[in-house]
């Protein structure tokens, strides 16, 4: 994998071990057709939402901080919306 990208929302590995699997997957079935295309898509996506929430993080205004950190506690506090937000945020 060769994906740059933001440490933020510790995605690296597992993209690069998603990488190696549909290699894998495909070399196995003889048809490396698409593979570039389709792990490329994948890999924009995981480094956009890395991206915005690095913005948020690193934001200069404090306001922009504390409503990152805000939104992500309350998240984390409403297991119904965990349920919901996490598989997103791990690109799942």
């Known amino acids: 994998a060769a994906h740059c990208h933001s440490p933020v929302g510790g995605r690296g590995m597992n993209l690069g071990i998603a990488d190696a699997h549909d290699l894998a997957a495909r070399f196995a079935n003889g048809n490396l057709d698409g593979y570039s ?12 939402g890395s991206e915005a929430a690095r913005r948020f993080i690193t934001a200069p205004s404090p306001l922009a901080r504390f409503g990152f950190i805000s939104v992500a506690k309350s998240i984390q506090a409403f297991p119904p919306l965990k349920k919901l937000v996490t598989p997103r945020v791990l690109g799942q």
């Open 37 to 48: 295309a389709t792990r490329h898509a994948e890999g924009q996506k995981i480094i956009q």
